[in-house]
């Protein structure tokens, strides 16, 4: 199939990890005979230095023409001045609410190769598979925002449309798993967490084969990590699902291992790892790719719909995490390249074995 890719590469180690996506996504499509087009456009900080504005029109009107998306990371600490008239997340912010993507999933598994990487105990680890629904597009990022010298408020609205949007989102994600749906909210306090809440309530009676609970946000923070396998789909709003799902992180062993797809009502979709433009190792082609190329696998699932595509390429990750070389941050000592061409290796591998028409330049080799 033809397919029109825009790439955010953005800032930090995203050019790093979004150059390997990319070749991930180059292997795909020569060993299963796709034509992908590949168009890069500034995001974040390189955008503001290139142009002066986080978002421009011409990076925006192309994503808005393509078939998916592929960002890296955006921001860091040249553009973190509290006092800065402009700053790189404001564009990926107005890129999330332009594409209309209100639904961001956030797969975490763990794999049993890393479990000791975890700082929970293995027997807790075994069989975590979550799948986190975080509202994308409203809440506390998006509320009108108000600054003096000595105050300062971020407005946190939700109205009933955006939150049925993805709770039936999550509700239909969870037909096709285990059927199990958690929402998070602060509903004892806040008062869209009681919209929330009502909402979800609601729309469960068109779902009675999934079993729903409701559960507090600053305890679900605390059972995440004394009971992560009782999860099965996790819905919650904006704010809440960015802090659960850096936590959650953790429990697979590293940031650079998490990928995200965020979706609306069409096809296109945006696809970044969950981890940001990571300054602190920046530029040293260390960054683990691994969260990148799994939204790219993501990205070949839910816009392109090429499954066994999408399939391949998550079983050349879990190959590599069980063989290496592995990153740093997941107790290994290879660089960004290294683990980038045994993911190449192990792509290709598995399509000359699973895939008939196997086209690669190795087929006779
Ligand atoms: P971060 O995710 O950039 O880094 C947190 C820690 O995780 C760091 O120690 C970093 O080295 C490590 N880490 C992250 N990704 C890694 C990878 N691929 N491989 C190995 N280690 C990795 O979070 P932060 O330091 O709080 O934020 C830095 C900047 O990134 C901020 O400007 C923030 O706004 C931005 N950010 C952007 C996005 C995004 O573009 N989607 C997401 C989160 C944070
Ligand atoms: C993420 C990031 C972003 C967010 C920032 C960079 C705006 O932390 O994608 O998780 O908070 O949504
Ligand atoms: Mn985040």
Redesign the pocket.
């Known amino acids: 199939m033809k397919a029109r890719i825009v790439t955010l590469p953005?800032?930090?180690?995203?050019p790093e990890?979004t150059e390997v996506a990319v070749a991930v996504l180059q292997a795909v499509a020569s060993h299963y005979e796709h034509d992908f087009s590949f168009e890069p456009h500034a995001i974040?900080g390189a955008a503001i230095d290139a142009c002066g504005e986080p978002l421009p029109a011409g990076a925006l009107a192309a994503c808005q023409g393509a078939d998916a998306v592929l960002?890296?990371?955006?921001?860091?600490?040249k553009?973190?001045d509290p006092n800065a008239p402009v700053r790189?997340?404001q564009g990926?912010l107005a890129l999330r609410a332009a594409l209309g993507v209100y639904a961001n999933l956030r797969p975490l598994q763990v794999h049993p190769a890393l479990a000791s990487l975890s700082p929970l105990k293995n027997e807790r680890l075994k069989d975590v598979d979550v799948l986190f629904v975080r509202e994308l597009t409203g809440g506390a990022y998006f509320g009108a925002k108000t600054r003096t010298a000595d105050t300062a408020t971020d407005e946190c609205k939700y109205t009933v449309v955006e939150i049925e949007r993805v709770v039936r989102r999550a509700f239909a994600l969870a037909r096709d798993r285990r059927r199990h749906l958690t929402s998070v909210d602060k509903a004892n306090v806040l008062e869209t967490s009681r919209l929330w809440r009502n909402t979800v309530q609601r729309v469960a009676s068109d779902y009675p084969d999934v079993k729903v609970e409701h559960q507090l946000v600053d305890s679900m923070a605390m059972l995440l990590l004394t009971q992560p396998s009782r999860y099965d789909v996790v819905v919650t709003e904006n704010l809440f699902g960015d802090i659960l799902t850096?936590e959650a992180a953790a429990l697979a062993g590293?940031?650079?291992l998490l990928p995200s797809a965020s979706l609306g009502e069409g096809r296109r979709g945006l696809y970044?790892?969950?981890?940001?433009?990571?300054?602190?190792?920046a530029g040293q082609g260390?960054?683990?790719?691994?969260?990148?190329i799994l939204s790219a696998a993501l990205l070949l699932r839910h816009s392109l719909q090429l499954e066994a595509e999408a399939q391949a390429v998550e079983a050349a990750v879990t190959h590599v995490l069980e063989h290496g070389p592995r990153?740093?941050?997941i107790g290994g000592q290879a660089g960004t390249v290294a683990v980038r061409d045994a993911v190449l290796v192990a792509v290709e591998d598995h399509a000359r074995t699973h895939h008939a028409f196997f086209s690669g330049a190795r087929a006779c080799g």
């Open positions: 953005g800032d930090g180690v995203g990890v974040g960002l890296g990371a955006v921001g860091g600490p553009w973190s790189p997340e990926l850096d590293s940031l650079g970044e790892p969950i981890h940001g433009s990571a300054p602190d190792i260390v960054a683990n790719p691994l969260g990148a990153t740093r941050d």
